[in-house]
């Protein structure tokens, strides 16, 4: 690992990164740069090793095997498809030559963590690239995984698209989210998991919790009704908005010990709170 020169070329132990050569990304999770110096070409190959937040880890391949590993800095970014990019720091070239790009697959982990899983090459090993982060709803857009920085102004990979769950109930604790992304073959849709518990927070907002603290929650706002067969129905929307996010939750008694399955209490208007009372009460 080592630290580049912002205003010239990354060196490592002897080897030369150039900031202003031209980056591709290619299936595998391989990269090659090329550069045109006053010392003659430069052509160097390697496979993604790890990153962090704002850093890119490489595995150059040398005779016999990998060379070393080396870092670059720069930036993470999506693209109208929903893949990841990476902008690698420089100025001697339009960003365009210096922007690695990924063909993959979004995942999460039961923890909600944020993965990207590279596209395999024929004969070679699956890897992954991981992220240090939390979740936000982005406005009414969609949804925004804030990197994890230990310092310094954050950022965030924002995705487009809509929550794809409805009629949910609570104790499942799981919804969709469906990538708005158009591929060569036209649109296509990916969905990222995100798991979790179904609390009321406050002012009657509801929230997709799964760990202590304001990280680990997502908190939407939410209209109530209850129908004819004494079902209540939470209609959740953007914080701040009149716009449905796309989830219901629709509140149902337990058989065994006839206890709701989410409990509303707290932070309501009254006409709200009435109406959660006679439900509970009637139940």
């Not at 590993?69 to 720069?74: D, R």
């Not at 518990?197 to 997502?218: N, Q, Y």
């Not at 449905?244 to 707290?266: F, H």
Request: glycine letters at 14%; proline letters at 5%; zero cysteines.
């Amino acid at each position: 690992m080592f630290t580049p020169n912002r205003s010239g070329p990354h060196r490592a132990s002897g080897v030369t990164i150039p900031s202003d050569g031209v980056w591709r990304g290619k299936a595998g999770g391989r990269i090659e740069v090329r550069s045109e110096g006053p010392e003659g070409p430069l052509a160097l190959s390697g496979t993604v090793a790890g990153a962090d937040e704002r850093a890119l880890r490489i595995a150059l391949s040398g005779q016999g095997g990998a060379l070393r590993t080396v870092g670059v800095t720069g930036r993470w970014r999506l693209d109208e498809r929903q893949r990841l990019g990476f902008v690698v720091e420089g100025s001697g070239t339009p960003a365009a030559s210096r922007t690695l790009t990924f063909e993959g697959a979004w995942e999460t982990s039961p923890d909600n963590e944020l993965s990207y899983r590279l596209r395999k090459a024929p004969g070679e090993i699956e890897r992954r690239i991981k992220f240090a982060g939390y979740w936000a709803l982005w406005g009414d857009r969609g949804l925004r995984y804030v990197l994890q920085r230990t310092s310094g102004r954050s950022e965030a990979l924002e995705f487009e698209g809509a929550f794809r769950t409805r009629s949910l109930y609570p104790s499942r604790g799981k919804v969709l989210f469906a990538l708005g992304a158009r591929g060569r073959r036209g649109p296509r849709s990916r969905s990222l998991a995100l798991y979790g518990e179904w609390k009321i927070g406050r002012a009657g907002s509801v929230e997709l919790e799964w760990a202590p603290g304001p990280r680990g929650r997502l908190r939407f706002g939410a209209t109530y009704a209850m129908d004819e067969r004494r079902e209540a129905t939470v209609t959740l929307t953007f914080p701040g908005s009149t716009t449905p996010a796309g989830i219901e939750l629709v509140l149902k008694r337990r058989s065994r010990d006839r206890s709701s399955e989410l409990t509303l209490t707290g932070g309501m208007s009254p006409a709200e709170r009435r109406l959660i009372a006679a439900w509970t009460k009637r139940w």
